[in-house]
């Protein structure tokens, strides 16, 4: 079984500073993860994910995310934090042969101008 | 371009109304995805699909219903809208692994 935990429900930053937003994950498999973003009104839209391979992942507007397996951890990170930033992110884990996601409950970000 | 779509983006409707809600996707997915969205944010898997003729309920329980019977098409109906039916309702659709969910653009829905 798969389960997603995103701690901190609300996040908030100043532009320019450094965006934490942490993810742990609990799975019976190597797992597949993924982070998503969701603007207001919007659908959610992929950010990144980690299938197999390289740790370090790269994603879209700058931001990157590491699997840490020792610490069963997704964090995503972005070293400067952009008022378009702002937006509602939602870690994902999936077993690799599993036909369903599962979700956190979410951090919303806030920049700070 | 590939994509999945979702009508209407917004509604507002009266209760006891019938109403369904659009999904489509160009994408040839076997896999279809309803999830009710709090305004809180959390998601919350209501039907799913995993082909033609294929339907499930998901982890939370739902008064709506579903239907599939074309790929491209997976359209969610509430038979008797109430105002605790009122969410965001977005429908995903996602290809084999290792790709990810690709998401429509919701529909808020609000029952007066």
């Known amino acids: 079984a798969q389960s997603v935990t995103q701690l901190g429900s609300h996040v908030s930053v100043s532009e320019g500073a450094l965006v934490l937003l942490r993810c742990n994950y609990s799975s019976s498999v190597p797992p597949y993860l993924f982070w998503y973003v969701q603007y207001p009104n919007q659908g959610l839209q992929l950010l990144l994910k980690?299938?197999?391979?390289?740790?370090l992942v790269k994603g879209i507007n700058g931001f990157e995310a590491e699997f840490k397996k020792s610490e069963t951890s997704f964090h995503l990170t972005k070293p400067s934090a952009h008022m378009s930033d702002a937006a509602e992110y939602f870690c994902a884990v999936s077993a690799p042969s599993g036909n369903q996601f599962y979700f956190g409950t979410g951090t919303s970000l806030t920049v700070i101008p | 371009e590939a994509d999945i779509y979702q009508t209407p983006r917004y509604l507002v409707i009266g209760t006891g109304k019938k109403i369904t809600l659009e999904c489509s996707q160009t994408?040839?997915?076997?896999?279809m995805y309803w999830y009710q969205q709090d305004p809180g944010m959390e998601l919350h898997l209501i039907h799913y699909?995993?082909?033609?003729?294929?339907?499930e309920k998901g982890d939370l329980s739902s008064e709506s219903t579903v239907s599939r019977i074309r790929t491209e098409h997976f359209p969610l109906t509430l038979e008797s809208a109430r105002p605790s039916h009122t969410s965001q309702y977005l429908c995903?659709?996602?290809?084999?692994?290792?790709?990810?969910?690709?998401f429509g653009s919701g529909t808020r829905l609000t029952v007066v």
């Open positions: 995903a659709s996602r290809g084999g692994m290792p790709y990810g969910y690709t």
């Open positions: 699909s995993y082909g033609v003729n294929s339907t």
């Open positions: 994408m040839g997915h076997d896999k």
């Open positions: 980690y299938t197999t391979g390289a740790t």
